[in-house]
């Protein structure tokens, strides 16, 4: 059974940093791409930052510069370093996995990140 599940939310305040973490389990996402979404209230899930197997990284404009993701292969883990935080980024951030179809088939349960004004 595949899992994928995140740590490291919380409560910060604006200017502030947290670092997310996704461990994947039940499979190796070695050569696929591997990222995170965001859902905050009342508003559709959206696309954050994802790097491919082959260590290539994406991101969402509104993250950029900002944001930076990391994975550890050996780990089967991902992780999204989160700086500068607003309070619009206060959301629920998911991992995602293997987008080979076009759209993730892997997703973590997510992690709740509050942004304090």
């Known amino acids: 059974q595949v899992q994928l599940v995140e740590s490291g939310g919380g409560l910060v305040q604006a200017g502030g940093s947290l670092r997310l973490s996704c461990a994947a389990s039940?499979?190796?996402?070695?050569?696929?791409?591997m990222g995170w979404f965001r859902q905050a209230p009342g508003k559709e899930r959206e696309f954050v930052a994802l790097?491919?197997?082959?260590?290539?990284?994406n991101y969402a404009d509104s993250v950029k510069g900002r944001f930076t993701i990391s994975r550890d292969n050996a780990k089967n883990t991902v992780y999204l370093q989160m700086n500068s935080l607003k309070p619009e980024d206060m959301a629920v951030y998911y991992c995602a996995a293997d987008w080979t179809t076009g759209t993730p088939g892997y997703w973590g349960q997510g992690t709740q990140v509050t942004v304090s004004s």
């Open positions: 039940g499979r190796t996402f070695r050569s696929y791409s």
């Open positions: 790097m491919t197997g082959g260590g290539t990284s």
